[in-house]
């Protein structure tokens, strides 16, 4: 990608100097909630070498089909990428000036907190996992349940959120930026107009479609050069297709590069301690008083209907308990896994696959017992590893070695007699057998 | 939640022929006090007969008499569950894992439905282990069942298992002023004994598509005489509920999607006004209309068919191609809503899409109102 610098990007440019200016009023150096300074994190984001727009298609991905995702009127043009950036790593967004997205989507830890879930301001802990911001631009629908479409829709909902970044109203958010003169020009150059939220959340996301990284040693193999994976990557991508049947969820291939099918399924993570019944009549409940986005975002967030999943938003018996395939872009470095963060190797990953999931009465069709050996499940876990783009490739590398040594200790979710359908997961569950 | 379990008990969810006959005397009586004179009096001559063959006498009414005009309905739901081909565990567990979550569905549906009808194949090859482990899973039903037989269940012995476990395998009741009639629509002509072929053998045929070489699913000809007296001492205001594991029309011959007589069983319904034939057999969204008769087919547990080659009747909302790397895609069960007119709304429950329901409104309008929306699911 050649870096372009269109005539709206030089108010871009001045604002990302305007960096100073900013520290007056936030330490960037401050480390906060767990995450790297925003200093650093900006500093990582310099070797990136990002583009300065998102007008143009990234590589590996059509470009009828990356201006058919982007929303018209809301074009990521340069000055707005970097509008959204700034915003991305202000933690003034927050009603204790001290979470920004960059929190929880650290450019140091795959853009991503490396936690179970979520902390947000005074310390509060959300329910579910982050998910990566890279490549999010591309999915169809955002957050586990898909409770948002683009990701100019989604920037605005945790900023509001009770326990992510706390702020009361959209107006109060606005306010506290409001009298920046980075922000105040920022907004002009961008949008023409004063700040104002609706713009806010277009610039984050705006700024988002500039976090493409599909330029992994998987895409390397399949554009023709053979030592981009090594035999067990290869034996991995084998059973990824096959015997493994990760593709039937995880379409990875050229027409459908993020690894995904964008649907939801219920694989059982929430299963093993959840009533799913009584919660969903709660849930049913909650709904019939108020299903506007917020009381849903809350409902997300910071009750046990959180377990839900794709249910609270479309409140169809079939979606109990089902999230969102996640994409396998950079899955190397976005540990801890699954929609509540409670698996945390790649290998308990497979190893959850392998047993045919925790069963439940929702459990989705598609999810059997595998059968893999030991051996088959290093052989994908190490295809896993494949899948993170090269410019983070010295990240993937220290996570694949911290994971491989942790998965010699324990692998809590590992059960042969499941996997190889010694015992059935319904026998375990309905009738009580062993 | 106990008392419930405990009633079930006593009764029995596999209603014996007893505890029918107790209960649509029950209904009976109730009835009778309900109708006025003129009603009571247009009633009772044509009831007679009707009687006899209904097996109610009562030595303390002054005739043997049956209801016969049409009477109030009262609206009621009752799901239904079909076609999950169970085979032993240590062979297939995925068609018992959908039975089981067809099972947990219906459970979870309140209030509960009056019943639930089960549609016929049960098993897969008729094997009584099969059978066996089909009636333990459909024990965990808290509604009552009734139970329809399919030519899975029956072939291999001829449907003594499945007696030995369920019961008759025709009979009608009444319920909520609808009168139900269920039949075994898969008896075929004896294609075996000349051929000297074996219990196992004679099953595999009937169970296999497009096998020329086993004879015709048909209800019969003394099922049918069966039906007529059934349903002669009823007034054509009297609104019917049928079911029957194929479809009582002829569709597609080769996957017996076909009744051979269905024409001859139509005939005898045709007099009603409101008839509904709920049927199963077919695993998939099916909808036709005959005259008065309105055709529903239910979704099975185990495996959606694809459409048979041949075309659709005209009402049918078609379903797209199910997910292929989804084995419960295009599966599900659902449920039957009997509204005061004596029509239903049907509602496909399916487990990996938006429910599909076919309103009554649809049916009477020959499709010009109220269908349902085309599936949101992508096509494969």
Redesign the interface.
């Known amino acids: 990608m050649q870096p372009r610098f269109p005539p709206a990007a030089r108010a871009a440019l001045a604002l990302v100097l305007a960096a100073p200016a900013l520290a007056a009023q936030v330490d960037l150096g401050a480390s906060q909630h767990g995450a790297a300074s925003m200093k650093d994190q900006l500093a990582a984001l310099a070797k990136l070498a990002l583009p300065a727009d998102g007008l143009v298609a990234p590589r590996g991905i059509d470009a009828r089909v990356w201006t058919a995702s982007i929303v018209p009127g809301q074009e990521p043009t340069a000055a707005r990428v970097a509008l959204g950036r700034a915003l991305y790593f202000d933690p003034r967004l927050s009603k204790d000036g001290t979470v920004a997205c960059a929190t929880c989507h650290d450019v140091t830890r795959g853009f991503t907190d490396n936690r179970p879930v979520s902390e947000g301001i005074g310390g509060k802990l959300g329910r579910r996992n982050a998910p990566t911001t890279l490549n999010a631009a591309l999915l169809t629908e955002q957050f586990w349940d898909g409770r948002a479409t683009t990701v100019e829709h989604q920037a605005g909902m945790p900023i509001l959120n009770p326990i992510e970044m706390g702020a009361q109203t959209e107006d109060e958010v606005v306010q506290r930026i409001a009298g920046a003169p980075e922000y105040r020009d920022g907004f002009q150059q961008a949008y023409g107009r004063a700040p104002n939220y609706a713009d806010l959340r277009a610039a984050i996301g705006a700024f988002e479609r500039t976090l493409i990284f599909l330029d992994a040693p998987f895409d390397r193999f399949l554009a023709g050069d053979p030592t981009a994976l090594g035999t067990a990557e290869r034996r991995g991508r084998e059973l990824f297709d096959g015997k493994a ?1 990760c593709a ?2 995880h379409p990875l291939n050229g027409a459908s590069p993020l690894g995904t ?1 964008n649907a939801y399924h219920n694989i059982g993570v929430a299963a093993r301690d959840k009533d799913f ?1 009584g919660l969903a ?1 709660s849930a049913q409940a909650a709904l019939q008083q108020d299903d506007s986005e917020h009381a849903l975002d809350q409902l997300a967030l910071a009750t046990d209907m959180s377990e839900l999943g794709r249910f609270v938003v ?1 409140k ?3 979606d109990i308990g089902a999230f969102k395939t996640e994409q396998l872009r950079n899955v190397g470095i976005s540990a801890p896994y699954m929609h509540d963060g409670s698996l945390q190797t790649l290998w308990d990953v497979v190893d959850h696959y392998n047993k045919g999931g925790e ?1 439940n ?6 999810i ?1 017992a595998l059968a893999l050996t030991d051996a088959e499940v290093d052989d994908l876990v190490a295809f896993l590893f494949a899948l993170t783009d090269v410019r983070l490739a010295e990240p993937n590398q220290r996570a694949q070695a911290k994971q491989k040594e942790q998965a010699a200790k324990t692998r809590p979710i590992k059960d042969p007699a499941l996997a190889e ?1 010694r015992v ?1 997961g ?2 375990r569950r ?1 009738l009580g057998t062993k | 939640m106990k008392s419930r379990q405990k009633s079930r008990k006593k009764s029995g969810i596999h209603r014996s022929v007893e505890t029918r006959y107790e209960a649509s005397r029950e209904e009976l009586l109730r009835s009778l006090m309900n109708l006025d004179r003129r009603a009571f009096l247009r009633a009772s001559g044509a009831a007679a007969a009707a009687a006899l063959t209904h097996g109610v006498a009562h030595a303390h009414t002054f005739q043997p008499v049956t209801v016969a005009g049409a009477k109030e309905v009262q609206p009621f739901r009752f799901a239904y569950i079909s076609d999950s081909h169970l085979y032993e565990r240590k062979l297939n567990d995925r068609f018992i894992r959908s039975l089981l979550r067809a099972v947990d569905d219906v459970n979870a549906l309140d209030p509960q439905p009056d019943f639930v009808l089960y549609g016929g194949d049960l098993a897969q090859l008729g094997q009584p282990a099969e059978l066996d482990l089909g009636a333990q899973i459909l024990k965990e039903l808290k509604a009552p069942v009734r139970m329809m037989v399919g030519e899975h269940d029956w072939y291999l012995d001829l449907g003594e298992k499945w007696r030995a476990l369920f019961g008759k395998d025709v009979y009608s009741f009444d319920h909520k002023g609808i009168h139900f009639v269920v039949l075994n629509s898969v008896v075929e002509e004896d294609f075996w004994s000349a051929r000297k072929l074996s219990p196992m053998e004679r099953m595999k045929t009937v169970a296999g598509l497009d096998n020329r070489s086993q004879s015709n699913f048909q209800v019969g000809g003394p099922q049918r005489e069966w039906l007529e007296k059934d349903l002669q001492g009823l007034s054509n205001d009297v609104p019917l509920i049928v079911f029957s594991h194929s479809p009582l029309y002829h569709l597609y011959q080769g996957w017996n999607f076909w009744t051979i007589d269905a024409p001859e069983v139509q005939r005898i319904l045709a007099r009603f006004q409101r008839v509904t034939v709920i049927h199963g057999h077919t695993h998939q969204l099916l909808t036709n209309r005959i005259g008065n008769i309105h055709f529903h087919g239910m979704l099975s547990t185990a495996w959606p068919w694809p459409y048979a080659p041949q075309g659709l009747p005209e009402l049918t909302v078609q379903m797209n191609r199910p997910n292929p790397f989804n084995p419960q895609d295009g599966c599900g069960d659902g449920e039957v809503r009997v509204y005061a007119d004596g029509l239903v709304d049907k509602v496909y429950g399916l487990w990996n899409r938006s429910p599909v329901t076919v309103s009554r409104e649809y049916m009477s309008s020959n499709g010009l109102l109220q269908r349902p929306p085309a599936s949101n699911a992508s096509t494969y």
């Open positions: 049947r039937s969820c099918d019944e009549r479309t169809n018996r079939a069963d009465a929702f459990l989705d069709g598609g059997e359908r059935l319904f026998e309905v």
